[in-house]
């Protein structure tokens, strides 16, 4: 099999930290998952944090359907860059969307649709930004019906809203965070269980004002010079390498 992720930061698996100072990631795990459970598995990885979804399902997309051999299986999140922006338009991010859609269709990939996890409830303008996504996460539910497509929805699970899923940052997932959107898909795929919950992690320190000179301010300084936390960065696995369970 050979599986191939494109997105943004989620599927880059920012927040999720081996010794060695890489990345992991939840796709990271679905490959060693699939490796696992049906090797032999070579795996591409080209999301990149801080992408909107127009450029994922372009460049990305470009980057991954001109992999050779074709993949067997990709997966595809995006979106919620955007909805963290002024003035998107939901039709337009559908209409992208179902473009990427029916280019893997077309060339007999395998898709599989995925809602990011939700942040909001920790967030500045987290209501406005959670009605965003559940309309998102509603529009692309019906999209992969309409398509027959695999669709998991990290958005919607309540679990992983729970503070011990989440990184400092309080916008990317922490290990164990990855470690369940890993697991979602597995089962998705028909490759084991719905993910057990995480054990209770202790209780962090809230720094308000640590965590807005941390992360909030950096944030609104990339907005206002139009820059974006991906600037300049490649993606981590743009060609094929074979992983092992």
């Given at each position: 099999?050979?599986?191939?992720?494109?997105?943004?930061?989620?599927?880059?698996?920012?927040?999720?930290?081996?010794?060695?100072?890489?990345?992991?990631?939840?796709?990271?795990?679905?490959?060693e998952?699939?490796?696992?459970?049906?090797?032999?598995?070579?795996?591409?990885?080209?999301?990149?944090?801080?992408?909107?979804?127009?450029?994922?399902?372009?460049?990305?997309?470009?980057?991954?359907?001109?992999?050779?051999?074709?993949?067997?299986?990709?997966?595809?999140?995006?979106?919620?860059?955007?909805?963290?922006?002024?003035?998107?338009?939901?039709?337009?991010?559908?209409?992208?969307?179902?473009?990427?859609?029916?280019?893997?269709?077309?060339?007999?990939?395998?898709?599989?649709?995925?809602?990011?996890?939700?942040?909001?409830?920790?967030?500045?303008?987290?209501?406005?930004?959670?009605?965003?996504?559940?309309?998102?996460?509603?529009?692309?539910?019906?999209?992969?019906?309409?398509?027959?497509?695999?669709?998991?929805?990290?958005?919607?699970?309540?679990?992983?809203?729970?503070?011990?899923?989440?990184?400092?940052?309080?916008?990317?997932?922490?290990?164990?965070?990855?470690?369940?959107?890993?697991?979602?898909?597995?089962?998705?795929?028909?490759?084991?269980?719905v993910?057990?919950?995480?054990?209770?992690?202790?209780?962090?320190?809230?720094?308000?004002?640590?965590?807005?000179?941390?992360?909030?301010?950096?944030w609104?300084?990339?907005?206002?010079?139009?820059?974006?936390?991906?600037d300049?960065?490649?993606?981590?696995?743009?060609?094929?390498?074979?992983?092992?369970g």
């Amino acid at each position: 099999m050979r599986y191939a992720a494109i997105g943004d930061s989620f599927t880059e698996g920012v927040g999720d930290v081996r010794p060695d100072g890489t990345l992991r990631g939840w796709a990271d795990r679905v490959a060693e998952g699939l490796a696992a459970a049906a090797p032999p598995v070579e795996y591409a990885n080209l999301a990149i944090r801080g992408r909107l979804l127009r450029p994922i399902v372009t460049g990305q997309l470009d980057a991954a359907l001109a992999l050779d051999p074709l993949p067997d299986l990709m997966t595809l999140n995006g979106g919620g860059n955007d909805m963290l922006r002024p003035g998107i338009h939901l039709d337009d991010l559908m209409t992208l969307t179902e473009g990427a859609v029916r280019r893997c269709r077309d060339a007999g990939v395998r898709l599989v649709l995925l809602s990011g996890a939700d942040p909001t409830a920790r967030l500045p303008l987290g209501r406005l930004v959670r009605r965003r996504g559940a309309v998102l996460t509603a529009r692309t539910r019906a999209l992969a019906a309409k398509y027959d497509l695999t669709f998991v929805s990290a958005f919607e699970d309540e679990e992983i809203r729970h503070e011990r899923y989440w990184s400092p940052d309080r916008l990317h997932l922490a290990p164990a965070g990855h470690a369940r959107v890993a697991g979602l898909v597995l089962h998705a795929l028909g490759y084991g269980d719905v993910p057990e919950p995480a054990p209770p992690a202790p209780p962090a320190a809230r720094h308000t004002v640590r965590y807005y000179r941390e992360h909030v301010l950096p944030w609104v300084n990339r907005r206002l010079h139009g820059r974006s936390s991906g600037d300049d960065r490649d993606p981590k696995h743009p060609v094929w390498y074979p992983v092992t369970g």
